[in-house]
């Protein structure tokens, strides 16, 4: 499962970094909650948004330290993010850490819940 996981990881990277919209609705559940470093909780279509209308834009985003704990149907996956990209025109470069937990929806794994908040 952690290869799986990791591999979805990677897909959903590639996914925020080329604003690939079919394959962020792939890979985010409908009900996704997502508190964000600011605080703000998030849903799908909120994130979706974002980089839909170039509100959001990445253009660089590392990760380190990448852990992933398989629990049955579900992966909880944390992991430090040097993310370099603009937020509403304006340079966001941001170091955070995150806790992502991937679960079972039907025959695919998704990202149902997320956390980020900024590395002082």
């Known amino acids: 499962m952690e290869d799986n996981i990791a591999a979805l990881e990677a897909r959903l990277r590639n996914a925020m970094l080329n604003a690939d919209i079919s394959e962020l609705d792939t890979l985010l559940a409908d009900d996704l909650l997502f508190t964000n470093h600011l605080g703000q909780l998030q849903s799908k279509q909120d994130d979706?948004?974002?980089?839909?209308?170039?509100?959001?834009t990445i253009s660089a985003l590392e990760l380190a330290d990448l852990k992933i704990k398989p629990l049955g149907d579900m992966a909880i996956v944390t992991a430090q993010a040097d993310?370099?990209?603009?937020?509403?025109?304006?340079?966001?470069?941001?170091?955070?850490?995150?806790?992502?937990?991937?679960?079972?929806?039907g025959d695919a794994f998704q990202v149902i819940a997320a956390h980020a908040s900024a590395v002082a």
């Open 48 to 56: 979706i948004q974002a980089h839909r209308c170039g509100l959001l």
């Open 83 to 105: 993310i370099q990209g603009t937020y509403a025109g304006q340079p966001a470069n941001i170091v955070l850490r995150f806790t992502r937990v991937w679960a079972k929806q």
